[in-house]
């Protein structure tokens, strides 16, 4: 099984500042004939079930704010928060689905300093 | 609109059976793949498998086959995950959620369910 291992656990950031998100996988989630990384980054507030942010690594799902970027290749990957809003507190997740089973990283919780 | 929607809460006893479902709307339902997401409480998410209402091509993480059976009706749009034996341990928020593209197995999940509350206790 793919082990998916995101820093850190817990993250406070000030309004309108940066936060970064990491995450390291056991293997290479990607394809070297196509060049894309089986990746993606989820979103999820409390009561509330996941949002897809960004998957192949860096391509933003549609409707999610700019702020939100993904990056990364291989096995290590970030999703950035460029400017972090409120709304924006929630626990988020990577996943790959590279292969079976399909993991997902242990989540990271954003708050806000 | 894309829509899953899935049964309500459950609360059952050790050694129960129980089937719960995840209807979608909104779209072409059979062209798609239709994952199972664990949610243990306070925890986080964990694929239990996927199902493809076209033609019921399963795939189970291997820490779930044999524990659970996801089936689907293709003809209402709707994929259901059940259990022959309950135990405490399978106490969890139960999510449904869509595979993106449509016919392929990439497990990238654009649209979820509201999530199921399974409770089982003496």
């Known amino acids: 099984d ?15 500042e940066r936060a970064t998100i990491n995450c390291k996988s056991s293997q290479s989630l990607s394809y070297s004939s196509n060049n894309k990384n089986d990746l993606a980054w989820y979103q999820q507030k409390p009561g509330q079930p996941p949002k897809l942010l960004i998957y192949w690594a860096s391509t933003r799902e549609s409707g ?20 972090l809003q409120a709304e924006d507190v929630a626990v988020y997740y990577c996943q790959q689905y590279h292969s ?8 990271t919780r954003l708050e806000i300093k | 609109e894309v829509q899953l929607v899935q ?6 006893k050790p050694g129960e059976s129980l089937r719960i479902s ?5 779209y072409t339902s059979t062209g798609h793949w239709i994952a199972w997401v664990r949610q243990m409480p306070g925890k986080g ?41 309950l135990m405490a341990s399978d106490t969890a928020l139960y999510y449904c959620a869509r595979h993106l593209r449509p016919g392929r197995p990439e497990a990238i999940f654009d649209y979820w369910g509201q999530g199921t509350q399974v409770t089982v206790s003496s």
């Open chain 1, 2 to 16: 793919i082990v998916m291992t995101q820093s850190p656990d817990s993250l406070a950031v000030s309004l309108g």
């Open chain 2, 45 to 85: 998410l964990e694929w239990m498998g996927s199902i493809y209402l076209g033609d019921s091509d399963t795939r189970y993480s291997q820490s779930f086959q044999g524990q659970v059976i996801i089936s689907a009706d293709k003809y209402i749009s709707t994929a259901y995950l059940q259990w022959s034996s």
């Open chain 2, 22 to 26: 995840c209807k979608g709307s909104g």
């Open chain 2, 7 to 12: 049964s309500g809460a459950v609360v059952t």
């Open chain 1, 64 to 83: 999610v704010p700019d702020r939100f970027g993904g990056g990364g290749s291989g096995t290590d990957f970030t999703l950035t928060i460029s400017s």
């Open chain 1, 100 to 107: 079976t089973p399909i993991t997902f990283g242990q989540g």
